[in-house]
């Protein structure tokens, strides 16, 4: 299995300009998890999916960012319009049903000028 | 609500010193505690993992055990490698309801120069 896939891997833009990140789960995870890393915050935990179905989106900082599972092995988390205090780098995990481990992708690296 | 505190870095060692990287944690109930590594340009992937009260995690030559009586999950390997090099984060996951993901502490970076 390729593991959990993210794309693009570095994305530059402008500000004011539409994002959007892409994740492939790993074939059989049903839980799906949107991390954003910074040097001042860490790890936040954006929103999570079980099932395809959104369970928490209380770290979505704002109505500018959104996110979607249109079916069981793909995401997509979408920033519109892009600022540049949203440079960070993105990530996304999946999880199959037994709980505990999560499979991270190598991330998305967003700097917005 | 969950917290993870871990000590700040960079951590910077000499080859073959020993290692140790404090966690502490804030939970309600009975947590599963773990130990992630970030090398450079990577994801995160899972080291160490405890469960319950007295646990001892261990992976690679990390150990973690888990403190319950100090909320604490202290990171330790008795003898570092150049290629141990990268960030290390310390998460818990709640034992309550909904708390499905994961929460991470800043993260460590740790150096080993040769």
């Known amino acids: 299995d390729a593991g959990v896939i993210q794309s693009p891997r570095h994305e530059v833009t402008e500000m004011g300009q539409e994002v959007t990140l892409r994740c492939k789960l790993i074939s059989g995870h049903n839980s799906l998890f949107w991390y954003r890393q910074t040097m001042m915050r860490g790890l936040e935990l954006l929103i999570y999916?079980?099932?395809?179905?959104?369970?928490?989106d209380s770290g979505m900082p704002e109505d500018r960012f959104s996110a979607k599972m249109p079916n069981a092995s793909f995401s997509t988390l979408k920033i519109q319009p892009s600022e540049p205090r949203d440079s960070a780098v993105y990530f996304c995990a999946s999880r199959p049903g037994r709980p505990e481990k999560l499979f991270f992708g190598s991330g998305t690296q967003l700097s917005v000028l | 609500g969950n917290s993870v505190t871990q000590m700040e870095g960079p951590v910077t060692l000499s080859e073959e010193a020993f290692l140790t990287i404090n966690c502490t944690y804030t939970?309600?109930?009975?947590?599963?505690l773990f130990w992630y590594v970030q090398y450079p340009g990577e994801g995160l992937q899972l080291l160490l993992k405890?469960?319950?009260?007295?646990d001892k995690g261990s992976n690679k030559g990390f150990e973690a055990t888990y403190r319950k009586e100090t909320t604490s999950f202290h990171l330790e390997k008795g003898s570092v490698q150049v290629s141990d090099s990268a960030v290390y984060f310390c998460a818990l996951r709640g034992s309550g309801g909904g708390a499905d993901g994961l929460t991470f502490g800043k993260g460590t970076h740790l150096i080993i120069q040769p």
């Open positions: 999916f079980n099932n395809n179905v959104p369970i928490d």
């Open positions: 939970a309600t109930g009975y947590p599963s």
């Open positions: 405890a469960t319950k009260a007295d």
